[in-house]
């Protein structure tokens, strides 16, 4: 009798427990799938950020002037010299 009560409520506990884990789960919106290879001008980036390490790439999130989001390879060097343009001006700008 006991088996036939807990059953309904060990369904309705692991259901909970994959909702939530779904919502908690990296999108593409987190990770980089795909890199844009061409260099983006350093002045049309706004900011940059890092994938989680929870994705199975990682890259690099530049945001632009217009708000875009491009993902792009921190292994490239134009990637690594905008990353420096942009840290020097956040730096100057927070002074």
Do not use: H
């Amino acid at each position: 009798m006991l088996c036939r009560s807990l059953l309904p409520v060990l369904l309705v506990l692991a259901c909970l427990q994959y909702l939530t884990m779904a919502n908690s789960a990296k999108g593409p919106e987190d990770c980089c799938f795909k890199f844009y290879k061409k260099p983006i001008p350093v002045r049309a980036i706004k900011t940059y950020e890092n994938t989680s390490n929870d994705c199975p790439k990682t890259g690099i999130i530049f945001t632009t002037q217009n708000s875009s989001r491009v993902c792009v390879d921190p292994g490239f060097k134009w990637v690594q010299r905008a990353i420096d343009v942009v840290d020097q001006r956040l730096y100057e700008n927070s002074n």
